[in-house]
């Protein structure tokens, strides 16, 4: 079962485990079929996965091959912004942007790195723009991805730090 400690992270057991690598894997597993790999009634997986869904599962979602929908170009992007301007407002104004699907604050000269999919080298120069004309923004430095070689959006679960209970 999933138990918080005081630093926040989530305390899971061996079947928890179990239960999100089936679900990483396949999120429309049925708790029926979950239950038969683990040994275990529907009841108490369904008890597990409410408590994981409460408290570690952000939500379910389908993998879409972007490619196949005409999306061409993936834009990568690091940002090097005024240190007059407050990370926190530069946060709000990339959180606006739709296009853009992942955005982090990292080290370096240039601490906002984000990550957007593209239709065409059209998309992308307008993208790039966009970010050009963000407040205090001084400079982007973009590339732009040739080919994919790997894209995995499973994490590896740790093994559990307490011991199972019997």
């Known amino acids: 079962m ?26 429309k597993i049925t708790i029926r ?44 992007a690091s940002l090097r912004v005024n240190s007059r301007r407050p990370i ?5 104004e990339i959180e606006k942007m739709d296009k853009i699907k992942y955005a982090y604050i990292i080290t370096g000269d240039y601490p906002i790195f984000i990550m957007a999919k593209c239709l065409d080298h059209e998309d992308s120069m307008q993208l790039i723009e966009n970010l050009r004309n963000l407040p205090e923004v001084e400079e982007v430095k973009t590339q732009i991805v040739l080919d994919c070689i790997k894209e995995d959006h499973s994490i590896i679960i740790p093994e559990p730090k307490i011991k199972d209970k019997i």
Do not use: P, W
């Open 2 to 27: 999933v138990i918080i400690n005081s630093t926040s992270e989530y305390q899971h057991d061996h079947i928890d485990k179990r239960i999100l690598e089936f679900l990483q894997e396949d999120s």
């Open 33 to 76: 079929e979950i239950a038969e790999k683990t040994e275990m009634s529907q009841t108490a997986i369904r008890t597990r996965i409410q408590k994981l869904e409460d408290n570690l599962i952000k939500k379910y979602m389908a993998i879409i091959d972007c490619r196949k929908l005409g999306y061409r170009e993936m834009v990568m």
């Open 88 to 92: 926190g407002q530069m946060k709000e």
